[in-house]
């Protein structure tokens, strides 16, 4: 914010990916991270990506959130995470959320 002390700080974001089809989705991370400024809202965090080996026709991958917190939402067809809500660190200092690829 410019001004002394600042008034902002970062929020580290863990994210675990889940596979869970018969086609078994392969991310291409196992595990993704990012720290976030906190008092800020409907800004993209991170994208996440899998592949498929056996993908059926016309088929596509899609993604959510287990256990899904409401500050953060999923692109269901681009795998991109973006704050939905306002983050206090003062609050909740970190997040875990976890992917599911279909």
């Given amino acids: 914010d410019g001004g ?3 008034l902002q700080s970062n929020i580290s974001l863990t994210i ?3 596979a869970v089809s018969g086609r078994t989705p392969v991310f291409t991370q196992r595990k993704y991270g990012e720290n976030v400024t906190e008092n800020l809202v409907n800004i993209s965090v ?3 990506s899998a592949t498929v080996s056996q993908p059926v026709a016309g088929g596509r991958l899609t ?3 287990v256990d899904a917190n409401r500050r953060f939402v999923m ?3 681009s795998g991109l995470l973006s704050l939905s809500g306002f983050l206090d660190r003062e609050e909740v200092a970190s997040y875990t959320l976890t992917v599911r690829a279909d």
Avoid: A, E, H
Wanted: hydrophobic share 35%.
């Fill in 46 to 48: 991170i994208m996440v």
């Fill in 63 to 65: 993604y959510s959130l």
């Fill in 16 to 18: 675990n990916v889940t």
């Fill in 4 to 6: 002394s002390p600042s």
């Fill in 75 to 77: 692109n269901s067809t």
